[in-house]
């Protein structure tokens, strides 16, 4: 496919089972979850009533009762499976989705299943909004919501879910729409940002940071 230049700046959700719990994104897992535990609870009241059903003498309860106890354990084993299956496809379509900031254009781009991708220039993004609720502070993570000219309803904003370290992606993705840089180097481990913090810190006390120490700094790269 046609790219459209160096690439400045890329974006990719980050899974958390969590943060996913109360998003929108997570729906079908939580509908998932939600039928699981139900059918827990209903389980334990079975086996709760087994005595008194027992004590009943009586054939068509026990048959009855029975029935009710096979059905319930086939249903947990099916939720059970469908939250699984539900959660193992949130983590693979994470994965296919990127956010991929070019000079002049954003493109998306989801290769998991059935691929989707779209460009928006720059030059139509009208407003880049985040939002972050107070759970999204104590995790760390927000949306982004990128604004068009777009006149069709659904097609005037791009959301971008599940970002950690929200407010800095925020801050680059409005400098490379207005400016065309970014005003912080990209996400990258905390221990290679503490490196570099170490180096700030030791410049400004005029400390020498020569090329034999730099190159002893663990290489990103390397780190899987």
């Known amino acids: 496919m046609e790219e459209k230049g160096e690439l400045l700046y890329e974006l990719k959700p980050k899974f958390d089972f969590i943060y996913e719990?109360?998003?929108?994104?997570?729906?079908k897992m939580k509908s998932a979850l939600?039928?699981?535990?139900?059918?827990?609870?209903?389980?334990?009241?079975?086996?709760?009533?087994?005595?008194?059903?027992?004590?009943l003498n009586?054939?068509?309860?026990?048959?009855?009762?029975?029935?009710?106890?096979?059905?319930?354990?086939?249903?947990?084993?099916?939720?059970?499976?469908l939250f699984i299956v539900r959660v193992i496809f949130q983590v693979l379509e994470y994965k296919g989705i990127s956010y991929k900031f070019?000079?002049?254009?954003?493109?998306?781009?989801?290769?998991?299943?059935?691929q989707?991708?779209?460009?928006?220039?720059?030059?139509?993004?009208?407003?880049?909004?985040?939002?972050?609720?107070?759970?999204?502070?104590?995790?760390?993570?927000?949306?982004?919501i990128i604004y068009t000219n777009a006149e069709k309803g659904t097609g005037s904003a791009t959301v971008i879910y599940a970002i950690k370290d929200t407010q800095l992606h925020y801050n680059n993705i409005e400098s490379i729409i207005h400016n065309g840089n970014i005003v912080s180097s990209p996400i990258i481990e905390d221990t290679?940002?503490?490196?570099e913090i170490d180096l700030q810190n030791a410049m400004s006390k005029n400390?020498?940071?020569?090329?034999?120490?730099?190159?002893?700094d663990i290489d990103p790269l390397d780190k899987n």
């Open 21 to 27: 719990m109360f998003m929108p994104t997570g729906r």
């Open 34 to 55: 939600m039928s699981t535990i139900l059918a827990i609870i209903i389980k334990i009241v079975l086996i709760m009533a087994g005595n008194y059903v027992e004590s």
């Open 207 to 216: 400390e020498t940071y020569n090329e034999i120490n730099a190159e002893s």
């Open 102 to 114: 070019y000079k002049d254009c954003i493109i998306f781009e989801n290769t998991f299943l059935n």
């Open 116 to 144: 989707t991708r779209k460009t928006i220039e720059y030059s139509n993004i009208r407003e880049v909004e985040i939002r972050r609720t107070i759970f999204d502070r104590i995790l760390n993570y927000g949306v982004i």
């Open 192 to 195: 290679t940002r503490n490196q």
């Open 58 to 81: 009586n054939e068509m309860f026990v048959m009855m009762y029975n029935i009710c106890n096979i059905i319930i354990d086939i249903a947990i084993v099916f939720s059970i499976i």
